[in-house]
Structures are given as C-alpha cells and as structure tokens.
C-alpha cells in the first residue's frame, strides 16, 4: 500500500505521517528530511547553491538513505547520521531554495520510489501529484495559515526561547508562495485526494479521520 500525504507547511504531515505508518506497519519516507539532507551535502561542499546544474548533479549522486522505525527516523548522509543536523534554521533556508530545482527533484522523487518499492506513507508537497499519481490512498492536509504559524512557533520555541511569531509567520508564507508557484512539480491538491483541514481539530481527531478513509479505500478494493 502507498498513502501519499501532502500539503503546506506545518500541516501535520510528519506527525500524522508518522501515526498512520506505525498504525499500518509501513515504511514511513519523509521526504522534506531528503531534501534538507541534499541542502546539508550543498553547504558542505565547493558547491555553488546558485548553480542549479551543480546542485542538481550533487543531488543524483549523493548517497541519502532512511532508516527505523516512524517514531525514531534516521537520515543518513554518504552513511552518516545527519538527522539532528538537518534541523538547523540554515538548512531549512537552503533546502526550501534548492528544492525548486527541477533537477533536484528529479533525483529525489527516483530514490522516494526505491524506497517505497514495498509500500509505505510519504509525506511531501508532491507525493500524490508526481512521486505516486496512483497512490492507494491520497491525502492533502491543511489548516489556516495562522493555525499553522502557531505550531510551528511553538516546536520552535521550545529550541529557542527568542522565535518571534510574526518573522515565523513571513517565514512559512514565503515557504508556502515558493512552493505553490515554482514551475517544477508545485504544490497542488490531486484531483483524488481527500482533503482534511485540521483548523481546530486535534491531532487525533485528524489521525481517525485519516484512518477512517484508508479503511474505506481497502474496504472498496477489496469489494472491487
């Protein structure tokens, strides 16, 4: 089984990403950590973040791997485990610009594949739309943008106690137009997701309600 889930910042992808692979026993792929692991290998090398032919060509051969279980995802870098480093303010910066090179997306949409090979709930801007278009179950989280600007200041907040909520806000904003107006694989909802707005809802709300539509999809294969 692939469940695609996408959607804007701070939706509730990883989160609920995270719940339905462990619920289903699947692979959990975050692929928004990909993509930070391949801005991480940028800033590490001679590589010039402006040159998108560069970038794109470290993309496709940079070595990026995944491994655990939903609750305890390691990235690994060329074998090293980078998944606390690719938290970093200056690599959320650089992966949210180099992820709108099409090459890049290239590269990292063919390993997403690889890994799912044997079923798994991704979480992305284009899962549904170009990694998987005929995913079992597709999803499209959202919620108001201030709702979103809140989680996400308050998980930063708890790193760092001087986050000032309107810089987080232009900050996710800004994330948001690159993402729904680059040219190569935008932000879109699928014609066949499920959208689920998550405004005033709790995480576990919005988990049975997720668990309640991959129950009917099976259900309806099953009858087919």
Same mark, same amino acid.
């Given at each position: 089984m692939?469940i695609?889930? #996408?959607?804007?910042s701070?939706?509730? +992808?990883?989160t609920?990403?995270?719940?339905?692979?462990? !619920?289903?026993?699947l692979?959990?792929?975050?692929?928004?950590s990909?993509?930070r692991a391949v801005?991480?290998?940028? @800033?590490?090398?001679?590589?010039?973040?402006?040159?998108d032919?560069?970038?794109g060509?470290?993309?496709?051969r940079?070595?990026? #791997?995944l491994l655990?279980n939903?609750?305890s995802l390691?990235v690994?870098l060329?074998?090293r485990?980078?998944t606390?480093a690719?938290?970093?303010?200056e690599v959320?910066?650089?992966s949210?610009?180099i992820?709108?090179?099409?090459?890049?997306r290239?590269a @990292?949409v063919?390993r997403?594949?690889?890994?799912a090979?044997r079923?798994?709930?991704?979480?992305?801007?284009?899962?549904?739309?170009v990694?998987?278009p +005929?995913a079992d179950?597709?999803?499209f989280?959202?919620?108001?943008?201030?709702?979103?600007a809140?989680r996400r200041?308050e998980?930063?907040r708890?790193e760092d106690s #001087?986050?000032?909520? !309107?810089?987080?806000f232009?900050? @996710?904003?800004?994330?948001?137009?690159?993402?729904e107006?680059?040219a190569?694989?935008?932000l879109?909802?699928a014609? #066949?997701a499920?959208?689920?707005?998550s405004t005033?809802l709790?995480?576990?709300?919005?988990?049975?309600k997720m @668990?309640a539509?991959? +129950?009917?999809s099976? +259900?309806?294969?099953?009858a087919c």
């Amino acid at each position: 089984m692939i469940i695609a889930i #996408d959607g804007p910042s701070a939706s509730g +992808k990883s989160t609920l990403g995270r719940m339905l692979a462990r !619920e289903l026993n699947l692979l959990y792929i975050d692929t928004g950590s990909m993509y930070r692991a391949v801005a991480l290998a940028v @800033m590490e090398s001679s590589v010039n973040s402006n040159d998108d032919l560069a970038v794109g060509s470290l993309a496709g051969r940079v070595d990026i #791997d995944l491994l655990g279980n939903p609750n305890s995802l390691r990235v690994l870098l060329e074998g090293r485990d980078v998944t606390e480093a690719i938290r970093s303010e200056e690599v959320t910066h650089m992966s949210s610009i180099i992820s709108t090179i099409p090459a890049v997306r290239r590269a @990292m949409v063919e390993r997403q594949r690889e890994l799912a090979a044997r079923g798994a709930v991704l979480n992305g801007r284009d899962i549904g739309t170009v990694v998987f278009p +005929k995913a079992d179950v597709k999803f499209f989280l959202t919620a108001v943008p201030q709702e979103r600007a809140q989680r996400r200041y308050e998980e930063d907040r708890a790193e760092d106690s #001087d986050t000032d909520f !309107e810089a987080t806000f232009a900050e @996710m904003s800004e994330r948001d137009r690159r993402d729904e107006t680059r040219a190569d694989s935008p932000l879109v909802c699928a014609a #066949d997701a499920i959208v689920v707005d998550s405004t005033g809802l709790s995480i576990d709300e919005v988990f049975l309600k997720m @668990m309640a539509a991959v +129950k009917e999809s099976t +259900k309806n294969k099953k009858a087919c």
